[in-house]
């Protein structure tokens, strides 16, 4: 997927440096120590799309002379600098540092830059490179100076650009009112907002230079023209909108350098149908969500890298941190599969491709990424067929829903082109038996992080004291070329995966500590990290047709939950281990008495299959 430099530029090189470039940087990853480049460029006025993306290390090692002049020296002295962006983005660009906004720099380690006067701390990232914290663009004139990037005595009209918004196509937003995009002008530019023709919802500006929001209540579709005036400078563009995105037809297969994560090894599968056993509703959907997956849909080709769906995500969601939790609900509930690039550190989020999953006669759920517009086709097709669509709402609002189909799949398969498939329940030993094969080592490896059980998160080495028994470890390439290795170490024994999932559970399972507790419908998670192998998730999604999530609990903490009957419960028990804590106290009743019991509780019991599983 990542094309080298050096063969995108090569065709312009002659031309390359009377050309516009940006070059962006985002910082991401679970730590926060991945950094993600993306590299624009154009003549007039820099594309939209960026004409390169990868890491500093891949940027660092391109051949010199295909770069701008300025990029180029900045690598070769080890030193970029960095001026803060709306969306969490810090540009380098052709202009001059603006005076404005504050600035980091990224650094080689070693170089003057490092090195130099300043006061701030410096945080190490990979392949050697660091990052300074905020500094004012005063404080680093002296090292532009000495570093040969002396600022030029103009200060020209800066381009009206926008950032923050989501691209439907390659010059449309959409009009979702919580991802609007915002404009950025000059510090002393006077900005106006118009509409052009027809245009659905109303449009508005606020704030105040250099960085203006756009606000609107309801979805926006249409057209409108921005107009930037500073003193006899005046430029201006047309902003379109579209409240929905075109439904997709083409989904990305896994290859291009990425694959799959193996979080679980089965030793076959069984199809298995369901006996419906209540009447199935609608029920509500936050509207936040709607628009969030709407978000999600508009994704790239390619697949959302990690940072960009983050920094994406972040302005809606309900506490810091929270979007590790929200990306695995989205995975386990088919709307998103996360691909890890096979040559570097970093991940890709992909939309799954729509599908049919028979899980009763004429009951289908549907699996995969469906838009507003896709499901407004899937309901046509459906009421042409006399079926019935049903929308199931997950563990909370923060939770994917569920999309199930009764009546003629058939029908609906040919009408849609979408696939069918039966349902099938993975067969898995128990652990540690179900765990794949790690063929990496330790060496060559830094330890970056130990896990506190208590927390549930990994912290530094030193935050960690040192004791027996247990202990999870991160270990890290120093040159970020590879993905995270994780190391257990009990009892002098070693095991090793790259799966942060698969070692978290295991070390529970090991330090007989649960990570789950189950009661006689959920599986609740006792610390802020950890979740279920994926392919187990998803089991469980269809068995209850509720998709498993984060949930608020009522001292206002999140934690996260799987639905599961006694059943799934049962099995996953035997599967994990100590892992899970299973309610000794919850004994299997008839079935009758089930739903009484749930009927009294104000529930809707779930429905459960006729098998045992195993």
Not at 91 to 111: N, T
Not at 235 to 247: A, M
């Amino acid at each position: 997927m990542v094309q080298s430099i050096e063969d995108r530029l090569a065709e312009q090189e002659g031309d390359l440096q009377n050309q516009r470039w940006r070059l962006d940087v985002r910082f991401g990853g679970y730590e926060q120590d991945e950094i993600t480049l993306a590299l624009f460029w154009g003549r007039a006025a820099l594309a939209e799309v960026a004409a390169w993306e990868g890491s500093i290390q891949q940027l660092a090692a391109s051949r010199a002379l295909v770069l701008p002049a300025e990029l180029a020296d900045a690598l070769q002295q080890g030193a970029l600098m960095l001026s803060e962006g709306p969306g969490a983005t810090w540009s380098m660009e052709d202009s001059d540092l603006p005076v404005d906004r504050a600035v980091v720099i990224l650094a080689r380690a070693g170089s003057l830059a490092v090195s130099w006067p300043l006061e701030t701390r410096w945080r190490s990232l990979e392949g050697g490179w660091l990052v300074s914290g905020k500094l004012d663009p005063q404080s680093v004139t002296g090292l532009r100076r000495r570093l040969g990037f002396a600022p030029s005595a103009g200060s020209p009209l800066v381009d009206l650009s926008f950032a923050d918004g989501v691209k439907t196509g390659h010059s449309t937003w959409l009009g979702r009112p919580a991802f609007l995009p915002t404009l950025t002008a000059s510090q002393g530019s006077r900005v106006s907002l118009e509409e052009v023709g027809a245009t659905t919802g109303s449009l508005t500006l606020s704030g105040r230079a250099p960085t203006w929001g756009l606000l609107a209540e309801k979805p926006i579709a249409g057209r409108w023209r921005v107009r930037a005036v500073e003193a006899s400078s005046e430029t201006e563009k047309v902003l379109c909108f579209e409240d929905e995105v075109p439904e997709r037809w083409e989904f990305l297969a896994e290859g291009s350098g990425f694959e799959s994560e193996r979080e679980l090894l089965d030793i076959g599968e069984r199809h298995e149908q369901f006996r419906c056993r209540e009447v199935l509703n609608d029920e509500p959907v936050n509207a936040l969500l709607w628009d969030v997956l709407e978000v999600i849909y508009a994704s790239p080709p390619r697949g959302w890298s990690e940072n960009a769906l983050i920094e994406t995500l972040k302005r809606v969601l309900p506490k810091p941190h929270f979007e590790w939790d929200f990306l695995r609900s989205l995975a386990e509930g088919d709307w998103l599969e996360p691909v890890i690039s096979t040559s570097w550190r970093a991940r890709i989020w992909r939309l799954r491709s729509p599908y049919f999953e028979i899980v009763a006669p004429h009951m289908a759920v549907i699996r995969g990424a469906v838009g507003t517009a896709a499901r407004r086709r899937l309901g046509d097709a459906a009421a042409a067929t006399s079926g019935k669509i049903i929308v199931r709402s997950g563990v909370s609002d923060w939770a994917p829903p569920t999309l199930i189909v009764q009546g003629n799949i058939q029908a609906l398969s040919n009408d849609l082109a979408w696939s069918i498939k039966e349902h099938s329940q993975p067969r898995v030993e128990a652990a540690p038996a179900c765990w794949p094969a790690e063929s990496r080592t330790g060496l060559g490896r830094l330890l970056a992080g130990v896990w506190r059980f208590d927390l549930g998160l990994f912290l530094a080495p030193d935050k960690v004291a040192s004791e027996g028994g247990v202990r999870l470890e991160r270990l890290v390439r120093e040159r970020g070329d590879d993905r995270d290795l994780y190391r257990i170490i009990d009892h002098g024994r070693t095991f090793l995966t790259t799966s942060r999932t698969l070692a978290v559970l295991e070390a529970h399972r090991r330090r007989k500590e649960p990570l789950f507790d189950w009661t006689s419908e959920t599986f609740v998670r006792r610390s802020r990290g950890g979740y279920l192998p994926m392919p187990i998730a998803r089991t469980i999604r269809i068995r209850s047709l509720r998709a498993s999530g984060p949930v608020l609990r009522t001292d206002g903490s999140w934690t996260y939950v799987y639905p599961s009957d006694t059943e799934a419960a049962r099995w996953i028990g035997r599967t994990f281990g100590a892992a899970i804590s299973i309610n000794t106290e919850t004994k299997r009743k008839p079935f009758y008495r089930y739903v009484a019991e749930q009927r009294r509780l104000g529930r809707r019991p779930s429905w459960l299959a006729p098998q045992t599983m195993s």
